[in-house]
């Protein structure tokens, strides 16, 4: 941060329950830091994704590329979502890669490059973990009153469980490449 003097309107970590949605400051507190680690553990997921974009190779280049491309921008397009029902609800969405990290339930791969379906097969797991997370939200919100945060979520469940489908089917073993190939 620059020199420069700075004023804080909201501490990082606070919760001030919103009026106009009319959640007790209790519930609030919960479904906020229910909904960081969401975005938390989104977050990573992204980076990871990005990464295996940037890196793919072989004879399914192409598909991959594009799938893992999509995928990282819907997620991205996802912590949006949380970060700014976050804010809406009172709450200080997670911004820093340290909090982000020390928030998030799932654990990236390091920054070593791995063969594509090594790679896939780290991105299944995560997402399993990060759907997990989010079914154990959604009934967490549902239950304190914040339908519109369970339905945010439930959108966000389809396109998990879609991507995390798609991935299940090129770790499938039929394949065009041949086994000279392989070798």
């Known amino acids: ?14 919760v001030e ?35 295996h974009h940037w890196n793919v190779e072989g ?10 491309g999509e995928a990282a921008e819907e ?3 996802a912590a949006d979502e949380l970060a700014e029902r976050v804010q809406a609800l009172g709450g200080v969405p997670h911004a820093s890669m340290g909090t982000l990290e020390s928030t998030a339930t799932v654990e990236p791969e390091d920054e070593d490059v791995y ?3 090594t790679s896939l097969e780290n ?21 304190l ?13 389809i396109d998990l469980e879609d991507h995390a489908h798609h991935i299940e089917h090129y770790l499938e073993d039929d394949t065009l490449v041949t086994e000279a190939a392989m070798e």
Request: no cysteine; proline share 0%; charged share 30%.
């Open 75 to 77: 997620l991205e397009e």
């Open 145 to 157: 009153g914040d339908h519109a945060s369970a339905q945010m979520l439930r959108e966000q469940l």
């Open 59 to 68: 004879a399914e280049f192409r598909d991959l590329h594009i799938f893992l």
């Open 17 to 51: 329950a919103s009026e106009a949605l009319r959640l007790e400051q209790e519930k609030v507190e919960q479904i906020v830091d229910a909904l960081n680690t969401d975005l938390a553990d989104v977050y990573v997921m992204y980076h990871q994704l990005r990464k």
């Open 123 to 143: 991105d299944m797991a995560m997402y399993g973990d990060v759907i997990e997370t989010a079914r154990g939200h959604i009934e967490l919100t549902e239950g």
């Open 1 to 14: 941060m620059s020199q420069q003097e700075a004023t804080t309107l909201k501490e990082a970590g606070s």
């Open 115 to 117: 063969d594509i379906r």
